[in-house]
T-cell receptor, first 114, second 110 residues
């Protein structure tokens, strides 16, 4: 069975631009969570979507937003990019919401802001 | 403010010996703890977890210990194998939001 697919794998953007990242969960999984990984901060939780609704949200500014579609695919958008947004963005899918079922991570999208 | 800390960025252990990875946290409201393993160019994979009502959970070669009074979590791997070489992240949950540590790179020396 196919794993979690994130596209694109690599992305270079300039400051002030916006970016959209995509995550296709494992077939049948309805929960998608997004994380930002930076060398100094480790993995930080961005948000969780379940059945097209944002269920949980981390401490990130409003420039970070997301959505989930009826097929459970999720997109994450970052507007007005800053240099500090350069990071590996990981999404994870699970059957159910929260921590009640195991989360499977994608390989991530590495975003570089120049 | 880093609520979950892994103070050792790296650790080297001889094959066959015990690997002990440590994690400290500051928020006493965390109620669930997890360990993830990450290979280069792959996403993290879940290893083992423990609820705050327990002090030990074992799964094969992996055992997680929780000391709530010290706000300390550790992962023991015994015996260590070359395939265990990876970055290990601990994570703590409150209201189902995960907070991760910065990771410890474990290298198993053959």
């Amino acid at each position: 069975k196919a794993g979690v697919t994130q596209t694109p794998r690599y992305l270079i953007k300039t400051r002030g631009q916006q970016v959209t990242l995509s995550c296709s969960p494992i077939s049948g999984h309805r929960s998608v969570s997004w994380y930002q990984q930076t060398p100094g901060q480790g993995l930080q939780f961005l948000f969780e979507y379940f059945s097209e609704t944002q269920r949980n949200k981390g401490n990130f500014p409003g420039r970070f937003s997301g959505r989930q579609f009826s097929n459970s695919r999720s997109e994450m958008n970052v507007s007005t990019l800053e240099l500090g947004d350069s990071a590996l963005y990981l999404c994870a899918s699970s059957l159910a919401a929260g921590l009640s079922s195991e989360a499977f991570f994608g390989q991530g999208t590495r975003l570089t802001v120049v | 403010d880093q609520q979950v800390k892994q103070n050792s960025p790296s650790l080297s252990v001889q094959e066959g010996r015990i690997s002990i990875l440590n994690c400290d946290y500051t928020n006493s409201m965390f109620d669930y703890f997890l360990w993830y393993k990450k290979y280069p160019a792959e996403g993290p994979t879940f290893l083992i977890s423990i609820s705050s009502i327990k002090d030990k959970n074992e799964d094969g070669r992996f055992t997680v210990f929780l000391n709530k009074s010290a706000k300390h979590l550790s992962l023991h791997i015994v015996p260590s194998q070359p395939g265990d070489s990876a970055v290990y992240f601990c994570a703590a949950s409150r209201n189902e939001k995960l907070t991760f540590g910065t990771g410890t790179r474990l290298t198993i020396i053959p």
